[in-house]
Antibody, heavy 122, light 107 residues
Framework: QVPLQESGPGLVKPSETLSLTCTVSGGSVSSEGYFWNWIRQPPGKGLEWIGY???????TYNPSLKSRVTISLDTSKNQFSLKLNSVTAADTAVYFC??????????????WGQGTLVTVSS | DIQMTQSPSSLSASVGDRVTITCRAS??????FNWYHQKPGKAPKLLIY???SLQSGVPSRFSGSGSGTDFTLTISSLQPEDFGTYYC?????????FGQGTNVELK
């Protein structure tokens, strides 16, 4: 069972906005204590945490991306989304959605989507 | 940001070998620390949380230890399905940060 699934365009032009959605099927995005994250991995490189939206809609972002990122919750569709504006080739990566649960003290990412490759190119 | 430094960056091992990977945080993080395993083309999979707690469904040959700044992942007897890249991660403060990864290859 894969309770998280990313979707969105696989190709984005430079300077435009990258938009992805994560559909959650293994529970409600508004269930207390759950935090919904975006993490990315450039080809052949390591993992970078982008940010999260909480079950009540509050957000925290990586300062390195904060000026360009918006993560939001859609409880009616049981989804959360990522918008990254003014993209460049450096934003080319596999984008993962993942969750952590607040009651585990180390807030581990216990469920992940399969990931979706987004390429920034004209 | 808290920097996470793994060693080694890569290693070659045989099935049945005991494997140890270490991770050092640039500041004290208590046990707000996790280990993941990633195979090519797949999402990372949680192995260890809270530095030493085994995630449900993960084989007991995996174990974690440490607190403060120094952490260790041990695989007691390497199996064919254990090859891939291992990442450490801190959750003490945002931004959550990962180590650079340790690639475990077949000797």
């Amino acid at each position: 069972q894969v309770p998280l699934q990313e979707s969105g365009p696989g190709l984005v032009k430079p300077s435009e906005t990258l938009s992805l959605t994560c559909t959650v099927s293994g529970g409600s995005v508004s269930s207390e204590g759950y935090f919904w994250n975006w993490i990315r991995q450039p080809p052949g490189k390591g993992l970078e945490w982008i940010g999260y939206v909480s079950y009540i809609g509050s957000t925290t972002y990586n300062p390195s991306l904060k000026s360009r990122v918006t993560i939001s919750l859609d409880t009616s569709k049981n989804q959360f989304s990522l918008k990254l504006n003014s993209v460049t080739a450096a934003d080319t990566a596999v984008y993962f959605c993942a969750r952590f649960y607040q009651l585990l003290t180390s807030y581990p990412f216990d469920y992940w989507g399969q990931g979706t490759l987004v390429t920034v190119s004209s | 940001d808290i920097q996470m430094t793994q060693s080694p960056s890569s290693l070659s091992a045989s099935v049945g070998d005991r494997v140890t990977i270490t991770c050092r945080a640039s500041q004290i993080i208590g046990t707000h620390f996790n280990w993941y395993h990633q195979k090519p083309g797949k999402a990372p999979k949680l192995l260890i949380y809270d530095a030493s707690s085994l995630q449900s469904g993960v084989p007991s040959r995996f174990s974690g230890s440490g607190s403060g700044t120094d952490f260790t992942l041990t695989i007691s007897s390497l199996q064919p399905e254990d090859f891939g890249t291992y990442y450490c991660q801190q959750s003490y403060i945002a931004p959550r940060t990962f180590g650079q990864g340790t690639n475990v290859e077949l000797k």
